[in-house]
């Protein structure tokens, strides 16, 4: 029974594991292309970048990068101010990103996108994860009915 019971908590593992890399992969976080004026402070965007502001921004991103993922941090006449996550910093058990401010002119952005939660993909993923964790508790929890006949138990053991 004890080994029984190891098993199925090793494969719980095991499954919680391939669970959390398959929500990694998936997400329930879509982009829908919006218009800069309409976004707020602090929003989620991914910003694509016209050829001459690729080009233009080297010092800051490498030369095949055509989208940025950023904080907005607001828009300033004809230039966007975003702030983009950097180097990470350890100290102690902590580890903190660090974000630099750019500032980009509106002729190098060609278009934003606004991250946000995708309601049906998180009801599926979610939807999914509990038929899952169901079959793992009905398949290697079941409950004998009182009664019942057992098997003998292997080598005379009891």
């Given at each position: 029974?004890?080994?029984?019971?190891?098993?199925?908590?090793?494969r719980a593992g095991d499954s919680l594991l391939l669970l959390g890399a398959f929500l990694a992969l998936v997400g329930c976080h879509h982009y829908t292309?919006?218009?800069?004026?309409?976004?707020?402070?602090?929003?989620?965007?991914?910003?694509?970048?016209?050829?001459?502001?690729?080009?233009?921004?080297?010092?800051?991103?490498?030369?095949?990068?055509?989208?940025?993922?950023?904080?907005?941090?607001?828009?300033?006449?004809?230039?966007?101010?975003?702030?983009?996550?950097?180097?990470?910093v350890r100290e102690g058990l902590q580890t903190r990103i660090l974000r630099q401010r750019i500032v980009l002119e509106r002729e190098e952005v060609s278009r934003v996108e606004v991250r946000s939660l995708d309601?049906?993909?998180?009801?599926?993923?979610v939807a999914a994860l509990g038929v899952g964790l169901g079959w793992f508790v009905y398949s290697n929890f079941q409950v004998e009915e009182p009664?019942?006949?057992r098997p003998p138990p292997p080598n005379g053991e009891l």
């Open positions: 029974m004890r080994n029984r019971c190891t098993r199925v908590l090793r292309e919006t218009a800069p004026e309409t976004i707020a402070p602090g929003a989620e965007v991914r910003v694509h970048l016209s050829s001459g502001g690729a080009a233009a921004r080297s010092e800051f991103l490498e030369s095949h990068v055509r989208a940025v993922q950023a904080r907005w941090e607001g828009l300033e006449a004809s230039r966007v101010a975003l702030s983009v996550p950097g180097d990470e309601r049906t993909r998180t009801a599926v993923v009664g019942s006949p």
